[in-house]
């Protein structure tokens, strides 16, 4: 079955360092790959996603490249802010991806808490 | 646009007791899914339906979890019998038949005495 891994956390860093949290997944055909982020107190949110191999998907400084040969969706941002301390998961749908219409059901990592300090 | 909303935001039971809890999805999508999240966990998904008709179950939705949809547009996950184990967060997310992005309400912290 579908199956999605993040790196063990906490993570805590210092104000401006360079995050990266991996993730690799497990899955048949091409799924779409997302990261959503949990703001203390808030609900999930989308935070960027890619659906086809080597796409990449960003949004408010944070980067993710749909790596096919090595199943892997790693997140990165190169300068942390305070704000942006969370929890961050990984997921992937179970169908669509390629430039078709995904509707299926999403499996996600088990998140990842970031801290960041001034 | 309001988003997803779901009532009501935290619920306090006793073992034994039903609770049903309610999903408004954003008025366009068709879409619409639960999933549950446990403490440190990820959401596990539970159960799909597409309009009002549920396509899709988990094996984690035993015999006492029923979700409806009728008309296609609120849905409902009742608990019947609640147990301690049931304490989660219910999370509910909807997307339109045009991409795969689903957007997701703020969640029910049930808590299971």
């Known amino acids: 079955g579908n199956s999605v891994t993040q790196m063990e956390g906490p993570v805590t860093l210092s104000e401006e360092a360079f995050l990266t949290i991996n993730c690799t997944y497990t899955a048949t055909g091409y799924p779409s790959l997302f990261w959503y982020v949990q703001y203390p107190g808030e609900g999930l949110q989308l935070l960027l996603k890619a659906t086809k191999a080597d796409d990449k998907g960003s949004n408010k400084g944070f980067e993710a490249t749909y790596r096919k040969e090595t199943t892997s969706f790693h997140l990165e941002k190169g300068s942390v802010q305070v704000s942006d301390s969370a929890v961050y998961f990984c997921?992937?749908?179970?169908?669509?991806?390629?430039?078709?219409?995904?509707?299926?059901?999403?499996?996600f990592g088990q998140g990842t808490i970031l801290t960041v300090h001034p | 646009d309001t988003g997803v909303s779901q009532d009501p935001r935290h619920k306090i039971t006793k073992r034994g007791q039903n609770v049903t809890f309610r999903c408004d999805p954003i008025s366009e999508h068709n879409r619409l899914y639960w999933y549950r999240q446990t403490l440190g966990q990820g959401p596990e998904f539970l159960t799909y339906?597409?309009?009002?008709?549920?396509?899709?179950k988990s094996r984690l939705l035993s015999d006492r979890f029923s979700a409806e949809r009728p008309k296609g547009s609120f849905s409902t996950l009742e608990i019947q019998r609640t147990e301690q184990g049931d304490s989660a967060m219910y999370l509910c997310?909807?997307?339109?038949?045009?991409?795969?992005?689903?957007?997701f309400g703020p969640g029910t912290r049930l808590t299971v005495l």
């Open positions: 997921a992937l749908s179970a169908l669509g991806g390629a430039g078709g219409t995904s509707y299926g059901k999403l499996t």
């Open positions: 997310a909807s997307s339109s038949p045009y991409t795969d992005t689903q957007y």
């Open positions: 339906f597409q309009n009002e008709a549920q396509l899709e």
